[in-house]
Structures are given as C-alpha cells and as structure tokens.
C-alpha cells in the first residue's frame, strides 16, 4: 500500500501531464486501483434523458473485467443504487442488491462509487471501483475516490470550455469572412481566395478568370422600393450567382452592387471558359425576381474578364483589370440600349 505522499506525488504528476480527459483518467484510474485495494476501476458516463450508462474507461485486473465500452440500462444498475441509497461502498453485493443481473453477470461482490457532477450539478457519470471477492475498502479510499471525481469533473469543465471557445472562434471567424447581408464571402474572404488560387496556378499551369458584376440600376431598385426591397434583390442575385457556379467556381460579394466570380481552368482553355463564364452569369442575373409579393424585371449586370495565366498577377491588379472591362462592357450596353 503506498503512502499518503506517494500517491499525492502521483496524482500531482498525471493532473500536470494530462491535456485530455483520457490522460487523466487513465492514471488515476491505476492510482484507485492502488488505493482502494479492489481490482478494476472505471469511469462511466450516464444519459438520462436515453437511459444508458456506458463505461468510457476502464483498468481491469485478470479476474474481474469490466469491458470499456459497455452499455447497459441506467435503470437498477449498481451505481443508480447506490446512488438513490447514498451507499458509496459495500462488500456484500449479493446481499445488498442480489436482483442485480449485471453485478452477477460481472462477477462484482465488493463495489464502491461516487458520482461524477459537474459545477452546474449535472450528473456526468460516476467513477467505481469494484472486486469480485469481499474486501474492506482501504483506509481513506473514500476520500481519495471523491477528490478523484472532482479533478475528472474539473477537466470535463475545461475541455467544454475549450470546445466553446472554439466554436465560437470559427463562428467568428466564418463571421470576418461572410457578407452579413448575401451570406456570400466577403471581399476579404475574395482576396484570401484569390491569392491562394494564384499560389496553386503558379504550380499547376492553370488560369484564374476573374469576373467582375455591377448590377446595373440597382440604385433605381433602391430609390423606388427601398432598401429591404434592395437588400432581397441582393440576396436573390447571390443565389442565382452560386446556382450559376460550376466545378470549383466561387462567388463573392464585393460590396455595395458589385459581385465577383472566380474560376480556375486549364490555361489553352482560358478564352473559351472566360466568354462561357460571362454568358452564364448573364443569363444567371436577368430575368423575373419574385421578392416577397413584389415582380421586378431585371436586364442583367455588366460583367467585365480579366484572365491571368502567370499565376503571378496581383489579387488586386486582377480586380482592376476585371472592374475596368465590366465599365467598357456597360458602355457598350449603354450605346446598344440607346
């Protein structure tokens, strides 16, 4: 039996090492092994609201074994008992709870538990120890079982806290990237996807054919319908951008009117996929718009081409080239209409 300060040493170094919850329960699942004189100890989780308990880890001896992984009804299980009766420990199983099928089944005759809660109350599981022959739980066993469970409810709190921080991390991240009105990238997402498409063509060959949108009388949209009018205008030409898309084609929003579309092609392809990219998006912006009630007819956007196949263009350069040709386009359409 090791001492009081051999074991505190132990639990000192696993609680300093441990960075999951399996690094940490794993080592002092071996320490209550020690302490408590039973042979195999297990950490279990417990859903309610399903019914179930299941033994997430486990150190066996060769005589008793209980299966890591194990599932079995909540209801009548040993723990629940001793739980609902406040008996931590007993080493007489078959007397206490001799209608226990699972406790036969296992072979357990001496068994003790404390549940695992978390700081809101929450019951996470319980953490047990149990013997198939009668043994006297070791002096301070009790004690040592409950601090154990504190520390694995401890790092159950912070490996939550940390997925919180994460989630929240990329929501805001997604956040940085997204136009709040369109849900379409942003123009920093567009940069960001730019420079890395130009890094990849640089390697492969390929071509990146920038087409820039204006949507032509939008303001006039505004002006007469308002703004909510406008917004959903924006929102339906985004959907009708993405459902114009091909391969990995990408759409993004520029801001104000503007739209741009990327798509990576085969560089003696370039001008072919450039002329049939503008002719889909086109047709993709013009035509009928139902926006809640409201019919607009819309004649399309001007969109301009730009194509690099260097690989080493500017994000910004490529902009400028394409936002160049989309006005050259909307003059042309301007004298055509006149």
Known sequence: MPTTFEVLGKLADSVAQARTLEGLVRPLLELLQTVTGLESTYLTTVDSSAGVQH??????????????????????????????EGCGYTDDVAGRWGDSEAARALGIASYA??????????????????????????????QILQMFSQLIAQQIERERLVQALRMA?????VTA??????????RRALMEEMRTRQAAHARSGDALVVAFIDLDGFKAINDRHGHDVGDRFLIAVGGRLQGALRGTDFAARLGGDEFVVLSSVPRDTAARAAASLKTRLQAATAGHYALDGLGIDYVGASI????????EDEPAALLAQADAAM????????GSLH
Do not use: H, M
């Open 55 to 84: 033994v997430l880890f486990a150190r066996n001896s060769r005589e008793l074994q209980i299966p890591e992984g194990l599932s079995v009804p909540w209801e009548g299980t040993l723990c629940r008992r001793a739980l609902e």
């Open 113 to 142: 538990s404390t549940p695992v809660r978390t700081g809101d109350g929450e019951l996470y599981g319980t953490l047990c120890a149990a013997s198939g022959e009668r043994k006297a739980l070791a002096e301070g066993a009790p």
């Open 169 to 173: 991390n990329d929501a805001l991240a």
């Open 177 to 186: 990237l997204t136009d709040a009105t369109t849900r379409l990238p942003n």
């Open 304 to 311: 301009g081409i730009a194509v690099a196949v260097s690989g």
């Open 327 to 334: 006005y050259r386009a909307k003059r042309e359409r301007r």
